[in-house]
């Protein structure tokens, strides 16, 4: 069976940092591009950050840019993705979601792109 599975969300105060995994069952991310999401109540999903799957180029959304940071665990297998997120705010509080695209695609921010999802982590910022 195909998953994917974030893990490391909590509870953090404000100006802390959470690394949040993304793993692969079922399948290896070898040939897949990685986007993070989050959602927000009441809001829509909001794609944060990709690797591609091609060259390893990162992208970022403005909101985050600087202070997170998107890897894949190269040193072992390409199998977990991680968006370490340093600096949060109450405003990075949702649930945070990675997602899976074989190959690469140009509107990475697009939930529509993705093929697989995973069930999202909750993060929330708070004192």
């Known amino acids: 069976q195909v998953q994917l599975v974030e893990s490391g969300g909590g509870l953090v105060q404000p100006g802390g940092s959470l690394r949040l995994s993304c793993a692969a069952s079922g399948f290896t991310l070898d040939y897949y591009s990685i986007g993070w999401f989050r959602q927000a109540p009441g809001k829509e999903r909001e794609g944060l950050s990709y690797?591609?799957?091609?060259?390893?180029?990162?992208?970022?959304v403005h909101s985050v840019k600087g202070r997170f940071t998107i890897s894949r665990d190269n040193a072992k297998n390409t199998d977990t993705v991680y968006l370490q997120m340093n600096s949060l705010k109450p405003e990075d509080t949702a649930v945070y979601f990675c997602a899976a695209v074989r190959g690469t695609v140009v509107r990475w921010w697009r939930t529509q792109e993705y093929n697989y999802w995973g069930q999202g982590t909750q993060v929330t910022v708070s004192s």
């Open positions: 690797i591609s799957s091609y060259d390893g180029s990162t992208y970022y």
